[in-house]
């Protein structure tokens, strides 16, 4: 199964976007993936700030585990993973994305009636998964 599809199912299994995205990759960076499971535990729903897409977080966790002793390596690559992100869905924040504001009530329930978090969300998980792993193999 592909780093993607391993991804999307954590997610539908109940895994926040920003776990499932960097639990995928931890194990083959050194890393058990029950901790990354909870290191990731906090950054779901953009931070539950509707910030940053938590996909895009559990992306730059494993970036970070992987590229961590260099800051220019880091800048290198979180920018290029922004950069394709945001060409590849039109932004990298959670608001923008889901095109409503889930850190309120209103914002989760319209996401809710919508489908979003079932029918939008794992196409961000696949996403920033690809995108990462590409980053990853260059």
């Known amino acids: 199964m592909s780093k993607s ?5 954590l997610f539908e299994r109940g895994h926040l976007c920003s776990q499932a995205v960097f639990e995928v990759f931890s194990e083959d960076l050194g ?3 029950s901790e ?6 906090c950054f779901g729903s953009g931070m539950r700030k509707a910030e940053v897409c938590g996909a895009c977080a559990g992306a730059l966790m494993a970036l970070g585990l992987k590229y961590g002793e260099s800051k220019e390596k880091c800048d290198e690559v979180s920018d290029k993973f922004f950069d394709e992100f945001k ?9 923008d994305l ?9 914002g989760v329930q319209y996401a809710r009636d919508n489908n979003l ?7 961000m998980v ?3 998964t690809e995108i990462a792993e590409k980053i990853m193999e260059d």
């Not at 599809?5 to 199912?9: G, I, T």
Request: one cysteine or more; a neutral charge; aromatic letters at 10%.
């Open 117 to 123: 978090f079932k029918e939008f969300c794992p196409k």
């Open 98 to 106: 889901l095109e409503c504001d889930i850190s309120t009530p209103e």
């Open 87 to 95: 060409k590849e869905n039109g932004s990298y924040l959670c608001r």
């Open 5 to 9: 599809n391993e991804a999307v199912k």
């Open 36 to 41: 990354a499971f909870k290191i990731g535990a």
């Open 126 to 128: 696949a996403s920033a």
């Open 31 to 33: 890393l058990a993936s």
